[in-house]
């Protein structure tokens, strides 16, 4: 769980060179496009609220959890697929030992 927490924090931080926007209504981007999907959906919001927190060990994924009621309704949608996956993915059984 901490390494999917880091992922999205390293993917939020990595936005800010990125050249994909938001959509204009501040709508959830297309499923499917996993991290990359809440990455394009939370830029805007990460820049605003997060803009002074130092990257790494968590901090900007904190800081978007503090802020989470500011955040826009796109990147709320993006972080609450992004949380149902990881709880889908962890109440499948493991694969069998070979």
């Given at each position: 769980m901490l390494i999917r927490a880091l992922a999205f924090a390293a993917l939020l931080?990595?936005?800010?060179?990125?050249?994909?926007?938001?959509?204009?209504?501040?709508?959830?981007p297309p499923p499917g496009g996993g991290g990359r999907g809440a990455m394009m959906a939370c830029k805007?919001?990460?820049?605003?609220?997060?803009?002074?927190?130092?990257?790494?060990g968590?901090?900007?994924?904190?800081?978007?959890?503090?802020?989470?009621?500011?955040?826009?309704?796109?990147?709320?949608?993006?972080?609450?697929s992004m949380r149902a996956a990881r709880q889908a993915e962890h109440q499948q059984p493991p694969p069998p030992p070979q």
């Open positions: 931080a990595a936005s800010s060179t990125a050249s994909a926007q938001p959509a204009p209504d501040g709508a959830a805007a919001d990460r820049e605003a609220l997060c803009a002074g927190v130092e990257h790494g968590g901090r900007i994924m904190q800081c978007m959890k503090d802020n989470y009621a500011k955040l826009s309704p796109g990147c709320q949608d993006a972080m609450k």
